[in-house]
């Protein structure tokens, strides 16, 4: 037993002073692994948040039937009578033109020269319709009979927007994805040349033990430690950023008019904590894999 | 102890550091290799910690064929053997205990062992008083003390001494010698490569002469040549 503590204390005290000696390497190492597996973190959430908002659309996809600007009352009514008494219509919401030009306006609220030039007569009022049965086909067939309609302008599903909103969060996944593994690979290199870094200034140490017997895993040990010290500290920093991110997001989506779509796009808790352990464990095998190549390769027994 | 059956040791480029050398040293014995300098001697004993592997023939170091035993066996073989060098290889930012200690920390051994043993071993070498000086604030011949109860403090059952007293003044290497010998009565098997004419005839033990990679002489009680 007291065997095992004196190990544990060589140990720790060994790492520490590797750790001690090189610090700002160990801060660029830790910096470059936090913001590899941020980005692994954040790709992470976006793949279920995605999920989740499309996940919520198959139960409650709307669709909009924007009419002519200059409709007549009685075609504008005439269209709500018939979205009002259709058998697959649940609800329908009317958007007076002053409506849409107060959406418009919250939109442009920082380009009003672009708000400038459209006037409120300019705008299409509109009818949000949500079908009773969320299905894709009922919702394309619905459009394609309402936009036949003396008075419709254009139908708008929502299906499109899903498969836009799914297109780019798959882009947006593979992007992330792409960066974290460059990323990572930077991580782990820059700790392979850490390591490095470290095992030669403590080479005269290093052949005394191997002198006196000490097992390669031995002299190994305090250095792959070291590598995965700065993993797991840049996975916490990473993890922590990824986090105060997705709080800033949200609260973005909760509080922004235009970005109300987007609302439907958060993660649960426990999908946050999945999260967030996979960013601090990636830090740490990223760590570890730095360093136990250099380790392997630079200790010549 | 160690045996040597037909050993040659060939280096890039072709240079034959050892070549056909065969040598038996029983438990207990005290050997000087002498010879000139790239006669092979630092070769010799590299051979016989395993920090090289041989080119031909089989040698044998407490028990063990070393070209048969697997790399990861090879620090458990060097537990038996302990070192000394003539720069003493001691950590300068490392006390003179921490310096022993170390030496047992890293195979593993309990804190209580350590904290028994290295104040016994540095009573044996003299240096109880300086244990928590650092080797630069020592003389050359205290170093030296300090590299030997380093190499001592595992009681290993072979010593290996490269030119220990190359960088001592005679009287201090007299010093070493007395250590040496200390040691050596205690069972060790002691094997020292040295230029030192003076120490070598002064305690007439067994001398083996290398040159060019050959023993041309292997005496007991033999001198310098």
Redesign the interface.
């Known amino acids: 037993m007291?065997?095992l503590?004196?190990?544990a204390a060589?140990f720790a005290r060994e790492t520490w002073i590797n750790v001690r000696r090189n610090l700002t390497l160990t801060v660029a190492a830790i910096l470059t692994v936090a913001v590899g597996v941020m980005l692994v973190g954040l790709g992470l959430m976006a793949r279920y948040a995605s999920t989740n908002a499309l996940g919520r659309w198959q139960g409650g996809v709307q669709f909009e039937i924007f009419l002519e600007p200059n409709v007549e009352g009685g075609q504008a009514d005439a269209v709500g009578e018939e979205l009002r008494n259709h058998p697959d219509i649940e609800r329908i919401q009317f958007i007076t033109q002053e409506q849409a030009y107060k959406l418009l306006e919250e939109m442009l609220v920082d380009e009003p020269e672009l708000l400038a030039e459209v006037s409120v007569e300019s705008l299409p009022p509109s009818y949000r319709v949500v079908p009773r049965v969320a299905e894709g086909e009922l919702i394309e067939s619905l459009a394609a009979q309402f936009r036949e309609r003396p008075g419709v302008y254009s139908v708008e599903t929502g299906r499109q927007q899903v498969d836009a909103i799914r297109e780019w969060f798959n882009s947006f996944r593979w992007i992330v994805l792409l960066m974290s593994i460059v990323l990572a690979t930077a991580s782990a290199m820059l700790i392979f040349n850490m390591i490095r870094v470290a095992m030669f200034a403590r080479r005269?140490?290093i052949?005394?033990?191997?002198?006196?017997?000490?097992?390669?895993s031995?002299?190994r040990l305090p250095f792959i430690l070291e590598g995965m010290l700065h993993g797991l500290a840049g996975g916490v920093v990473g993890a922590l950023a990824a986090g105060v991110l997705r709080n800033h997001v949200e609260g973005l989506f909760g509080r922004s008019e235009i970005l109300a779509f987007f609302r439907s796009f958060t993660v649960t808790s426990s999908q946050f904590t999945t999260a967030t352990i996979a960013t601090v464990l990636m830090g740490v095998v990223v760590g570890a894999l730095g360093s136990a190549f250099a380790a392997g390769k630079f200790l010549d027994? | 102890m160690i045996r040597l059956d037909n050993v040659t040791k060939i280096y890039k480029g072709d240079t034959r550091a050892i070549d056909g050398v065969s040598l038996n040293i029983d438990k207990g014995e005290f050997v000087f290799l002498v010879g000139e300098s790239g006669s092979g001697k630092s070769t010799m004993l590299r051979l016989l910690?395993a920090e090289e592997p041989v080119t031909d023939g089989e040698v044998h170091v407490a028990g063990k064929d070393l070209g048969q035993i697997n790399?990861?066996r090879?620090?458990?073989?060097?537990?038996n053997?302990g070192?000394v060098f003539q720069d003493f290889?001691l950590?300068p930012q490392k006390t003179v205990y921490e310096n022993v200690a170390?030496?047992l920390?890293?195979?593993?051994?309990?804190?209580?062992i350590?904290a028994t043993q290295v104040p016994a071993i540095l009573e044996l070498v003299g240096l109880s008083h300086k244990q928590q000086s650092f080797p630069d604030e020592l003389s050359g011949g205290e170093q030296q003390r300090v590299s030997i109860a380093?190499?001592f403090v595992?009681r290993p059952l072979i010593l290996l001494a490269d030119e220990p007293t190359g960088n001592l003044d005679p009287n201090t290497a007299q010093e070493i010698m007395r250590l040496l010998d200390r040691i050596n009565r205690t069972g060790t098997t002691v094997v020292m490569a040295t230029h030192d004419q003076t120490i070598v005839d002064q305690m007439r033990r067994r001398v083996v002469a290398l040159r060019s990679g050959q023993v041309v002489r292997d005496e007991q009680q033999g001198v310098y040549g």
């Open positions: 007291t065997g503590l004196g190990r060589y005269r140490e052949e005394v033990m191997k002198l006196v017997g000490a097992t390669n031995f002299i027994v | 910690t790399s990861w090879v620090p458990y073989l060097r537990r053997i070192s290889k950590l170390f030496a920390e890293v195979i593993g051994r309990p804190r209580n350590v380093r190499a595992n």
